[in-house]
Nanobody
Framework: QVQLVESGGGLVQAGGSLRVSCAAS????????MGWFRQVPGKEREFVVG???????YYADSVKGRFTVSRDNAKNTVYLQMNRLKPEDTAVYYC?????????????????WGQGTQVTVSS
């Protein structure tokens, strides 16, 4: 069983930066594709970024050039660096693990999820 725990969310002003982390335990972290999704009340969970086991990265158009995903397999941790934040980036951010090993931007391909961390961007 894989457990994922996010941390680092908070309140930031528009234009600011924030880094959220996701620590994994159980399983073989280095073989997983890791994804970040976000959700606001009343809306579906939305794909943000993903990183494959081979460090291939892929981003939603809305965050390209502003967000950067990375992973540290020695620490079983994936990071999401968010720069030039906008109020519309406000959401609960979830990390997720896909055992398929391939790139995926659909939530149903991710078997394990963290509890989420709130990111609020004030205008």
């Amino acid at each position: 069983q894989v457990q994922l725990v996010e941390s680092g969310g908070g309140l930031v002003q528009a234009g600011g930066s924030l880094r959220v982390s996701c620590a994994a335990s159980g399983g073989t972290f280095s073989s997983y594709t890791m994804g970040w999704f976000r959700q606001v009340p009343g809306k579906e969970r939305e794909f943000v970024v993903g990183i494959t086991w081979s460090d291939g990265t892929y981003y939603a158009d809305s965050v390209k050039g502003r967000f950067t995903v990375s992973r540290d397999n020695a620490k079983n941790t994936v990071y999401l660096q968010m720069n030039r934040l906008k109020p519309e980036d406000t959401a609960v951010y979830y990390c997720a693990a896909s055992l398929s090993g391939s790139s995926s931007d659909t939530s149903y391909e991710y078997a394990y999820w963290g509890q989420g961390t709130q990111v609020t961007v004030s205008s």
